[in-house]
């Protein structure tokens, strides 16, 4: 039984909600592994098609649980290598989409930054607050914020650690869509339903092709893709797509 998180399924989508409200679920460790283990069970079931990670209204996660981090040291961190477990969200093969109403700070917008797609809420706020605890992003937000912005604009936002609006965000494509608050959970789940009905195994040879991009050279690249392509050709749901083409009927995806 988990204590800080709820799960739940609907037509093939996967639902991962933070529940620790009384603290705008700031992330400890214990909710950490109750989201990666929650991530990954819905990653090996086979009714399972598309993954959505949502908070609530006032926040996604307004970062680290700070108590908690205060009782760090080099050597805690060293032994408990609390790295494994966010590394492991980077190696769920299905899609994963972030729902983010609220505060998505620090280590919560890392989480939000490991998920494939990302809708928001207008009024959401992003951010690293981090250099203001007197440290820096640590489960990967130099690297992300920087892939995606670019050098200046990343150093800029996670040197100040003030908070970055939604519009912001949109605008330098960190987020994919940002709609009214009280939409944030109809629309990702429309998104997520839309996803679940494309063939699965096609969705996660494309997810490994694209963020191989970010750090393969071209040619590296195109040969991951390349290798992807023929193992689509072993799947059954390539017969289906093309003979459904054929037929001038829609069709009806597997996942095999
Ligand atoms: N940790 C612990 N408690 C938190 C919290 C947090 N990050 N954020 C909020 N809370 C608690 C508040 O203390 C308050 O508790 P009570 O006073 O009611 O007991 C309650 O949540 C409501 O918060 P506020 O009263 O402050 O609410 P406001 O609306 O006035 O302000 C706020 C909202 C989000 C602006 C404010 O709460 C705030 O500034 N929160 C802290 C933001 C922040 O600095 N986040 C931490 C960044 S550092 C790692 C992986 C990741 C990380 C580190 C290591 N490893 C794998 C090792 C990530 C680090 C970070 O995220």
Known sequence: ???????????????????????L??????????????LESFDKND????IVLIGNEKAFAAGADIEEMMEATPLTLELLNPFVEWDKIGRIKKPIIAAVNGFALGGGFELALHCDLIVAAEDA???????????????????FLTKAMGVRKALEWIWLGEPMSADV????????RMIAPELVMEETMRLAKQLAKQPPISLRLI???VHAAVDLSLQDGKNLERKNFYLAFASEDQK???????????????GR
Not at 25 to 38: F, H
Not at 125 to 143: C, H, I, N, S
Not at 240 to 254: H, L, Q
Request: proline share 5%.
């Open 25 to 38: 679920n700031a992330l400890n460790r214990v909710m950490v592994d109750e989201i990666v283990n929650q």
């Open 47 to 50: 009714t399972i098609r598309v």
């Open 125 to 143: 706020k992003f951010g690293f607050p981090e250099v203001k605890l007197g440290v820096l992003p640590g489960a990967g937000g130099t690297q």
């Open 169 to 176: 965000a949109y605008e330098y494509g960190v987020i994919n």
């Open 1 to 23: 039984m988990s204590k800080y998180i709820k799960a739940f399924s609907e037509d093939g989508v996967g639902v991962v909600q933070l529940h620790r409200p009384e603290v």
């Open 207 to 209: 997810k490994e092709a």
């Open 240 to 254: 289906e797509g093309m003979r459904a083409f054929s037929e001038k009927r829609p069709a009806s995806f597997k």
